[in-house]
């Protein structure tokens, strides 16, 4: 069983920045890809970021070359550095992390940002 802890969201202005923390506590089985989803009310969950192991990362059209995804998969961490964050970006960020058995989410942490 696999448990993901979040933390750093919060309320920052148009043009800020947050840092997003992910530590997933496990046993046994190894985590192959760790990252970040987030639902903004009214819409489906989607994928902002992902870390695989060997190095390759994925990110949504809309937040690249601003959020950068980080971390370690055999430490079981995983950061997403939010810079010059837009209204739009307003939702909650679920950490993300699977194996060749499982995929898990957290439990959320609220973004929002001001304009």
């Known amino acids: 069983q696999v448990q993901l802890v979040e933390s750093g969201g919060g309320l920052v202005q148009a043009g800020g920045s947050l840092r997003l923390s992910c530590v997933a506590v496990a046993s046994g089985l190894g985590i192959n890809a760790m990252g970040w989803y987030r639902q903004a009310p009214g819409k489906q969950r989607e994928l902002v970021a992902l870390?695989?192991?060997?190095?390759?990362?994925i990110y949504a059209d809309s937040v690249k070359g601003r959020f950068t995804i980080s971390g370690d998969n055999a430490k079981k961490t995983v950061y997403l550095q939010m810079n010059s964050l837009q209204p739009d970006d307003t939702a909650v960020y679920y950490c993300?992390?699977?194996?060749?058995?499982?995929?898990?989410w957290g439990q959320g942490t609220q973004v929002t940002v001001s304009s």
């Open positions: 993300y992390a699977q194996s060749i058995y499982y995929q898990k």
């Open positions: 870390s695989r192991s060997g190095g390759s990362t």
